[in-house]
C-alpha cells in the first residue's frame, strides 16, 4: 500500500530534549516535505526536498532541522525544543519525476505527528 | 500574510442538502487550486483541484469552481453525506518554471458536519 509513515503518533517532551520524528514514504517520490498544523493558521511549510542531499527551508524553519540522505526517508529534528513548537506536524511527498504539472504537486500526507513540549 | 484564506471556520448541512466551502486568496499569481479533506488523526488527502485557466472542475459529487476576477473559489458537494464530515483544506501552488514540485499554501480551514 502507497504511504506516508511518520512516528511517532504522539510526543510529550520538555524543554531543551533533543527529539527527531521519522518520515518514511514507499513511494519513490523524489519531493518530500513537512508542514506544522496550528489553530487559525491552516498548514505551513517548516522545510522541504526536491531529491536526496537536496533541502531547502519553508516558511517557518526556525528551530527545526532536516535531512534527506536516502530517497525514501526525511526526518525533522529539533535540536531544543520550546513550547512554541508544540503542534501538529505532518509530512508529505510527492513526484516530481515524468508525471503532469498537477500530478507533481499533489502531495500525499502522512497521518501526523502531535507534539507537545512542555 | 495569509495569501490563501478560508472565513467559515465551520459549516453545518443537513443531509442531502449542498454544501458550499469558500476559499479566497490574494496572489494572482497561482497556477493551480487544491482541495484537501481531513478527517480526525489522519492527514489530509487530496480531494478535487482546477487549473487558474479553468473556471470549473467536477468529480461526481464534488465541484469547485473558480473566479479569478474575484480571487475566490468554491467547492459544492452536492448532495452532501454524513461521511463528507471533516475539515477542508483549500490550498493553492504557483508552479516552478523546472516544473517540479513546489510548496503548498493552506487556507486555515472549514470544518463541514453534514447532520441526520
Known amino acids: 500500500e502507497a504511504q506516508v509513515t511518520q512516528n511517532p503518533r504522539y510526543l510529550i517532551t520538555v524543554t531543551g530534549k533533543k527529539l527527531t520524528v521519522t518520515c518514511s514514504q514507499n513511494?519513490?517520490?523524489?519531493?518530500m516535505s513537512w508542514y506544522r498544523q496550528d489553530p487559525g493558521l491552516g498548514l505551513r511549510q517548516i522545510y522541504y526536498?526536491?531529491?536526496?542531499?537536496?533541502?531547502d527551508k519553508g516558511d517557518v524553519p526556525e528551530g527545526y532541522k532536516v535531512s534527506r540522505k536516502e530517497k525514501r526517508n526525511f526526518p525533522l529534528i529539533l535540536e531544543s525544543p520550546s513550547p512554541n513548537q508544540t503542534s501538529l506536524y505532518f509530512c508529505?511527498?510527492?513526484?516530481?519525476?515524468?508525471?503532469?504539472?498537477?500530478?507533481?504537486?499533489?502531495?500525499?500526507f502522512g497521518a501526523g505527528t502531535r507534539l507537545s513540549v512542555l | 500574510d495569509q495569501q490563501v484564506k478560508q472565513n467559515s471556520p465551520s459549516l453545518s448541512v443537513q443531509e442531502g442538502r449542498i454544501s458550499i466551502l469558500n476559499c479566497d486568496y490574494t496572489?494572482?499569481?497561482?497556477?493551480?487550486f487544491l482541495w484537501y479533506k481531513k478527517y480526525p488523526a489522519e492527514g489530509p488527502t487530496f480531494l478535487i483541484s482546477?487549473?487558474?485557466?479553468?473556471d470549473k472542475n467536477e468529480d461526481g459529487r464534488f465541484t469547485v469552481f473558480l473566479n479569478k476576477s474575484a480571487k475566490h473559489l468554491s467547492l459544492h458537494i452536492v448532495p452532501s453525506q454524513p461521511g463528507d464530515s471533516a475539515v477542508y483544506f483549500c490550498?493553492?501552488?504557483?508552479?516552478?518554471?523546472?516544473?517540479?514540485?513546489?510548496?503548498?499554501?493552506f487556507g486555515t480551514g472549514t470544518r463541514l458536519q453534514v447532520t441526520l
Open positions: 482546477i487549473s487558474s485557466i479553468k
Open positions: 508529505a511527498s510527492s513526484s516530481s519525476g515524468t508525471s503532469g504539472i498537477l500530478a507533481k504537486n499533489i502531495q500525499y
Open positions: 526536498s526536491m531529491n536526496v542531499e537536496v533541502t
Open positions: 496572489n494572482s499569481m497561482f497556477d493551480y
Open positions: 490550498a493553492a501552488i504557483r508552479v516552478r518554471k523546472t516544473g517540479t514540485a513546489s510548496k503548498l499554501t
Open positions: 513511494m519513490n517520490h523524489e519531493y
